[in-house]
Every structure is written in C-alpha cells, then in structure tokens.
C-alpha cells in the first residue's frame, strides 16, 4: 500500500511539476522573478507548498487537512515564494 502511495507521487509530481515550471519559467523569462532557474524556482515552489505534509501523511501523523487549510497553505506558500523570488 504505501509503494503504491509513493508510485502515486512519482507519478502526481511528474505531471504537474512541469505544468508550474512552464507557468514560472514565463515570469523567470520576463525577470519578474528571480532564481538561478525556472526549475530550481518551481522546486522552491513545491517545497513551500508541500513541505514535509505529504510523508506526515503518509505516517498518519497529520489528518487530512480541510479545505481551508488548503487553502491557507496555498496563500502562505505563494506569499513565501514571491518573498523569495519576487524583484
């Protein structure tokens, strides 16, 4: 069971990283944002956003968070990022 988790977020991270790198790299292209690479900036991105959640999960050490803390999550992690890269 937990082999298939870890195949499902191979697979989950390997579809949707380069959709936000192709979104990032038009930004990182324009110098709205700055990082060494769209791909290093979409990684910070998705370290932001996911952190450590997905292998508490995993653990069962963190619920399943609700929508609002999605959400929240989300907003905090895009403010981080533009902290980070923003010019």
């Not at 959709?19 to 900036?41: F, H, M, N, T, Y």
């Not at 956003?49 to 963190?62: A, E, K």
């Amino acid at each position: 069971m937990k082999v298939a988790r870890c195949d499902a977020c191979r697979r989950w991270r390997g579809s949707v990283f380069p959709l936000i790198e192709k979104l990032i790299q038009r930004d990182w292209e324009s110098g709205a944002l700055v990082a060494p690479s769209a791909r290093i900036a979409a990684d910070w991105f998705l370290n932001l956003l996911i952190g450590d959640l997905q292998i508490r999960r995993v653990i069962h050490s963190l619920p399943v968070p609700s929508d609002k803390d999605v959400r929240s999550r989300v907003v905090a992690a895009i403010g981080a990022f533009r902290k980070l890269c923003g010019t």
